[in-house]
């Protein structure tokens, strides 16, 4: 059975297509360097539109005559109250702009005009370098470093210093454990559950803030938050995994980018934590086979977060103490405490088990 690799690797080589939904410019060049917060390309997505109809307005006997009234042209862009079309003569008859906007099209004696226009931009969110330019749509940034993959992201991009120590990373992240040495910082917690917590990393600002885990209630105010804010493990009060906090406090001090993603598990594109490092990284994979003696993560209660080596994958079905039936593996945690665990409650995080080392 193939299995989602969730990353959280010392030394990986990092690549990612960053591209707009629809033309646009690119603002960036083969060879570039780059830093999360850099915009590669951008565009302007009409919103708000609006009909002027030449044709009914006029009382004209067909589109065509409405048509060769008007005396604009698609691109052109009017002010309020400028002349679209108009009949001449004696007693001329005019139309005018409703309102500020660009012509975009003239069909069926009909004047669509846009009036409303937002910008979408598309940045790198990762420190390194352009690889490949895509045609008015993005391009493709290559690393290598450390890439942790999380599961919940509130769709901003930060980086800063990474500051942290082994007992703020196990603890609560609350308004007192946060001080103005940390503004412009990444930081790191097991968990939240206090909205205040939020409001005031925010007030300082932070850099950017990676967890364990988070109350649910807090999403809508996380989503307020203007710095990047990525769970590890999902939703609750879980800490975060002990390989993903060896790597994160081996790598403290370091310059840590956030790229705070939505998962798109049609894509693939998810939240991430990287330290750009100068080194070559290994291959990246994104799936894998299930195969005893990796490294697992389990994503179900009631071992939510936690680490284990696969001892054995279960022939046929396993039975499961609910009375299910289904694709299971003998796990074995840390603790040598053992568990039949679903196929699907799980994620490989090192496949050949190089980082963790094996168990007994």
Same mark, same amino acid.
């Given at each position: ?12 080589? =990092?690549?990612? @297509? ?5 033309? &646009? ?10 830093? /999360? ?5 951008? +565009?302007?997505?009409?919103? #708000? ?9 006029? &009382? ?35 139309? $005018?702009?409703?309102? /500020? ?8 004696? #009909? ?12 940045? %790198? ?17 290559? +690393? ?30 609350? /308004?007192?454990?946060? %001080? =103005? ?17 939020? =409001? +005031? ?13 988070? @109350? ?52 693939? @594109? ?14 990246? $994979? ?55 665990? /679903? ?5 490989? =995080? ?11």
């Amino acid at each position: 059975m193939h299995a989602l690799v969730t990353q959280i690797h010392p030394l990986v080589q =990092i690549r990612r @297509n960053r591209s707009l939904p629809v033309p &646009g410019t690119v603002l960036v060049r083969v060879g570039q360097k780059v830093i /999360p917060t850099e915009i590669l390309a951008e +565009t302007n997505v009409p919103s #708000q539109h609006y009909l002027v109809d030449v044709f009914r307005s006029l &009382g004209m006997k067909n589109t065509t005559e409405a048509e060769k009234l008007v005396n604009r042209k698609i691109g052109d862009q009017l002010d309020k109250q400028d002349i679209i079309a108009e009949t001449g003569g004696f007693f001329s008859r005019v139309i $005018r702009a409703p309102m /500020p906007g660009k012509i975009v099209a003239i069909k069926n004696g #009909q004047v669509l005009l846009e009036t409303d226009s937002h910008k979408i931009t598309v940045q %790198s969110g990762l420190t390194g370098s352009v690889v490949e330019v895509i045609k008015d749509r993005g391009a493709v940034v290559e +690393t290598n470093g450390m890439l942790i993959q999380g599961v919940w992201g509130n769709e901003r991009i930060g980086f800063g210093p990474f500051l942290v120590d082994a007992d703020a990373i196990e603890k609560e992240l609350t /308004p007192a454990s946060l %001080s =103005i040495t940390l503004r412009g910082a990444v930081i790191a917690a097991a968990f939240c559950t206090q909205e205040e917590s939020l =409001i +005031t990393a925010g007030s300082l600002p932070v850099g950017g803030l990676i967890l364990g885990s988070m @109350n649910p209630e807090l999403i809508s105010c996380a989503m307020k938050q203007n710095f990047p804010i990525v769970l590890l493990e999902g939703f609750g009060q879980n800490g975060i995994n002990d390989l993903a906090k060896n790597l994160l406090l081996s790598n403290s001090k370091r310059e840590i980018s956030i790229h705070a993603a939505k998962w798109d598990r049609f894509t693939g @594109n998810r939240p991430e934590v990287v330290v750009s490092l100068p080194a070559e990284g290994e291959s990246y $994979r994104e799936v894998a086979e299930f195969a005893s003696g990796q490294a697992v993560r389990v994503h179900a209660n009631p071992y939510s977060g936690r680490v284990g080596w696969i001892q054995n994958i279960i022939s046929g079905l396993a039975s499961l103490p609910n009375g299910l039936r289904t694709t299971a593996a003998a796990i074995k945690f840390q603790n040598n405490e053992s568990a039949i665990i /679903p196929l699907i409650n799980l994620d490989i =995080i090192d496949i050949e088990n190089r980082f963790l080392g094996k168990t007994e």
